[in-house]
């Protein structure tokens, strides 16, 4: 509720939404629009190296719509290099590129190996299995990412000496697996917790309370915290900053979460 405090829900149709953050205005498709509510405070957490990123350009690996380029542009970087294998969210970060002019370029294909010879300064990979082509490169770049497998973990901690930040576990649930019931709660929870927050800040008093409450109602709701990760079962933030591992923030998560 805090931190999506002055976003802005400017349009909405049956299949995207138009939603303003800061100075920029991204098209979401509606599983994205929930999960940009639910995961930028993480974000802020674990999608940020303990070292500035003003000026630098970042390879986005499973890029969505371009949440997560906005994310990166709105910490100060110069450019973005977005790659997004689904050609219909590829469209999407086109369209959103164009409309903020962002310093960009989309790759609509798959994460390859041979990616990591771009020039950039930051990797964020976030593309369930993509992770464990990392196990063919020599070299690992200074990188975040969200690791679904335990033995590509434990391969990637003994080949580079990567650190787990954050270790989550959630229940299975065969109804989170099917996509179109997943993204249709997605949708609902999203648009909800966007239109509560709208009438938020256009009541005052006792009722504004209300509408306060009904926010932290929505995000305790169990779909808010599990529906787009309940696939996976057990997911792990982890990260790669060669020389510079020894930041509090980074010491702090990994010391309170174990393998």
Same mark, same amino acid.
């Given at each position: ?5 002055n ?5 909405s149709?049956?299949?995207y939404y138009?939603?303003?953050?800061g100075r ?5 498709h509606?599983e994205?629009?929930h999960?940009i509510f639910?995961?930028?405070p993480e974000w802020?957490?674990y999608h940020?190296?303990?070292f500035? #990123? ?5 390879l ?7 949440e997560t380029?906005?994310f990166?542009f709105i910490?100060?970087v110069k450019?973005v290099i977005?790659?997004?294998?689904v050609p219909e ?6 369209d959103?590129?164009r409309a903020n ?6 790759y609509?294909s ?6 990591l010879n771009?020039s950039f300064d930051?990797?964020?990979m ?5 992770e464990?082509r ?5 070299? #690992? ?6 690791v ?5 973990l434990?391969a990637?901690?003994?080949k580079?000496g990567?650190?787990?930040a954050?270790?989550?576990?959630t229940e299975w649930n ?7 019931r997943?993204?249709?709660?997605m ?12 009438k938020?800040h256009?009541?005052?008093?006792l ?5 306060a409450?009904?926010?932290v109602? #929505?995000?305790l709701?169990?779909?808010f915290?599990?529906a787009?990760r309940a696939r996976w079962g057990?997911?792990?933030e982890a990260?790669?900053f ?5 930041r509090?923030?980074?010491?702090r998560a990994t ?5």
């Amino acid at each position: 509720m805090f931190v999506t405090w002055n976003w802005t829900l400017t349009s909405s149709s049956s299949k995207y939404y138009n939603l303003r953050i800061g100075r920029y205005t991204v098209k979401l498709h509606p599983e994205y629009f929930h999960i940009i509510f639910h995961e930028w405070p993480e974000w802020k957490m674990y999608h940020l190296p303990p070292f500035s #990123l003003k000026g630098a350009t970042v390879l986005d690996i499973g890029a969505g719509c371009g949440e997560t380029a906005l994310f990166y542009f709105i910490h100060g970087v110069k450019r973005v290099i977005c790659v997004e294998q689904v050609p219909e969210l590829a469209t999407i970060i086109s369209d959103n590129l164009r409309a903020n002019k962002w310093n960009a370029e989309v790759y609509g294909s798959p994460f390859g190996i041979e990616m990591l010879n771009l020039s950039f300064d930051f990797m964020k990979m976030d593309c369930e299995g993509c992770e464990a082509r990392l196990l063919e490169a020599d070299l #690992l770049p200074t990188c975040v990412m969200e690791v679904h497998d335990r033995h590509v973990l434990y391969a990637l901690i003994n080949k580079f000496g990567l650190t787990v930040a954050n270790a989550k576990t959630t229940e299975w649930n065969p109804r989170y697996h099917n996509f179109e019931r997943r993204q249709h709660r997605m949708y609902y929870l999203g648009l909800r917790f966007a239109r509560v927050r709208e009438k938020l800040h256009q009541t005052k008093g006792l009722r504004r309370l209300y509408y306060a409450v009904i926010l932290v109602i #929505l995000e305790l709701h169990p779909n808010f915290a599990t529906a787009y990760r309940a696939r996976w079962g057990r997911v792990w933030e982890a990260y790669y900053f060669p020389d510079r591992t020894n930041r509090k923030v980074y010491a702090r998560a990994t010391r309170s979460n174990k393998l």
